[in-house]
């Protein structure tokens, strides 16, 4: 068994262990952690009850009654003794998104933190190529990482408001597809129409970790239409298959 030392483990109480592959939001990285997760999938072994991945990390609950620790990390030194392959990307996903500032709650903020007019800073947003990194917080909050420079800003020191659901999120150089109404440090960039989270849809999650993302910028009249339609179930944002 080769001895692979480009990860570090890290207990999480009894019955989860963490595989930390890095220590930064890296396409590459995520990469070494969607390879291992899709790895203890295909070799559903007994004791193993959940994987977890994250932007560089990947947390594995198991049964200790069932599988040792000392046997789950043999087990993870084998897989990556194969320097298993990252997953490609199967689809591309088209978001629309309204940037108008009557919807777009914080775009005006966020434009004038990066000395931009709200034209320039809607622009910029939806030329990004992100790739959905991990779910997290809350049910369906799809983590964004292909942010452009130019708005990666810091989250804010206080939260703000509740912000509305589907809201399109800036902060701390990423940016986030939220799904419920609640309080948050992010800025309000836009809204999509969507349901990222469906629990009752054929696919609740409706893109896959790893997965190309692209917005497409709306008008307000555009994204009241097309939020009915969502409304009533019907999937408004466009997948275009690359694999």
């Not at 990066?114 to 800073?121: F, G, P, S, T, Y």
């Amino acid at each position: 068994m080769t001895d692979v030392t480009n990860y570090r483990l890290l207990d999480a109480g009894e019955r989860a262990l963490v595989v930390e592959f890095g220590a930064t939001v890296d396409p590459a990285i995520n990469g070494q952690v969607l390879a291992l997760d899709a790895a203890f999938v295909a070799a559903r072994i007994e004791g193993v009850r959940e994987t977890v991945p994250t932007y560089r990390s990947l947390m594995i609950h198991y049964d200790p009654l069932v599988i040792s620790r000392e046997k789950l990390v043999a087990r993870i030194a084998d897989f990556e003794a194969t320097h298993p392959a990252a997953p490609a990307p199967q689809a591309r996903w088209i978001f629309p998104c309204c940037y108008d500032p009557a919807i777009a709650e914080d775009i005006a903020e966020l434009a004038a933190l990066v000395k931009l007019d709200v034209a320039e800073a809607a622009r910029i947003h939806a030329s990004g190529a992100y790739r959905a990194y991990m779910y997290g917080f809350a049910p369906g909050y799809c983590y964004l990482g292909g942010l452009p420079e130019t708005l990666a800003v810091s989250r804010r020191a206080t939260v703000r408001p509740p912000t509305p659901e589907n809201a399109v999120l800036v902060g701390g150089g990423l940016s986030l597809i939220a799904t419920f109404s609640m309080p948050t440090g992010w800025y309000v960039a836009g809204r999509t129409p969507e349901r990222m989270f469906a629990p009752h849809r054929e696919r609740p999650f409706l893109v896959d970790v790893g997965d190309e993302l692209r917005f497409e910028a709306i008008d307000a009249a555009t994204f009241a239409a097309l939020e009915s339609r969502a409304r009533q179930g019907e999937t408004i944002a466009r997948r275009e298959a690359l694999a």
